[in-house]
């Protein structure tokens, strides 16, 4: 409920002047998330502007998947329907995966407390004297989560057609030994791409809305066996849904990290064959 009187000044509260009665280290999570969001998002945000070395045969940054505008030959599997389009081809599509990102559950507890500070933690008084919590705009849209849980399993879908296409042979001129190329390619690249789209689908199958699409508005699980198992599984992943959020952020991050150093000739693939 939206209200002006609430809280630890609420006068139905006790009188209190500390701002906390803990005695542990309550602000290191919220630094912690401070500090690790913002480098994910100013690193995020210059790669998608760059608009370039995104592609390094036969990997695909995940930022830049599907790459639906005017790019470089190799990167587009689904065409250029935006080829048209001016900016950087990241900008097209990333409003998918970070919408689903910035609306998450998670990450809303995670950074509500470390950029508002509403609250920092768990016993320790917000700063703020007002309250409305997700009642209004802007962060009444924060209700449009599920939605974008749609649209991440499309990505995850893209990213997992990439990850198939990341073990395709190289052409000649990438082979390695005498020559010869193999039948199929497995480098380094190739082990984060499944690292990270393991993590993506943890991510995105742990989700609260994906439960609650599954399981949600039953009465009677005993009627409806097949998605009482699948909401046991969603589940039972759930409970680890703040750690595949962190560890699918790294890996994506990785992963173009990896691909933007050997697109600009920093380093060479690690070739197993
Ligand atoms: Fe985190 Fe849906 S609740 S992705």
């Given at each position: 409920m939206a209200t002006t009187d609430h809280g630890v000044t609420s006068p139905t509260r006790a009188r209190i002047d500390a701002r906390t009665l803990r005695q542990d280290r309550w602000w290191l999570s919220p630094l912690t998330t401070f500090v690790v969001f913002s480098a994910f998002v100013v690193y995020a945000t210059v790669r998608a502007f760059m608009g370039r070395d995104y592609y390094a045969t036969p990997y695909l940054s995940p930022f830049y998947s599907?790459?639906?505008?005017?790019?470089?030959?190799?990167?587009?599997d689904f065409g250029?329907?935006?080829?048209?389009?001016?900016?950087?081809?990241a900008l097209i599509i990333l409003i998918f995966p970070l919408g689903f990102r910035m609306t998450c559950y998670y990450y809303r507890k995670a950074y509500y407390r470390a950029f508002w500070l509403s609250p920092p933690a768990c016993g320790v008084a917000e700063p703020h004297g007002s309250y409305s919590g997700e009642t209004r705009f802007p962060l009444i849209l924060q209700n449009v989560h599920r939605w974008f849980w749609y649209a991440a399993v499309l990505v995850g879908l893209v990213l997992t057609f990439d990850t198939v296409l990341a073990f395709r042979p190289m052409p000649?001129?990438?082979?390695?030994g005498d020559g010869e190329t193999s039948g199929i390619h497995m480098g380094l690249g190739t082990l984060l791409m499944i690292a990270n789209i393991t993590f993506i689908w943890l991510y995105t199958l742990s989700c609260h809305s994906c439960r609650h699409l599954v399981g949600?508005?039953?009465?009677?699980?005993s009627k409806h066996p097949v998605r009482y198992r699948l909401w046991t599984w969603a589940s039972r992943l759930n409970e680890s849904h703040g750690k595949w959020a962190w560890y699918s952020l790294f890996s994506v991050a990785i992963v173009d990290l990896y691909v933007f150093l050997l697109a600009t000739g920093t380093i060479q693939d690690v070739r197993f064959f």
């Open positions: 599907p790459c639906l505008g005017d790019c470089v030959e190799g990167a587009s250029q329907p935006f080829a048209w389009w001016p900016l950087s081809a000649a001129e990438y082979a390695v949600g508005r039953l009465r009677h699980f």
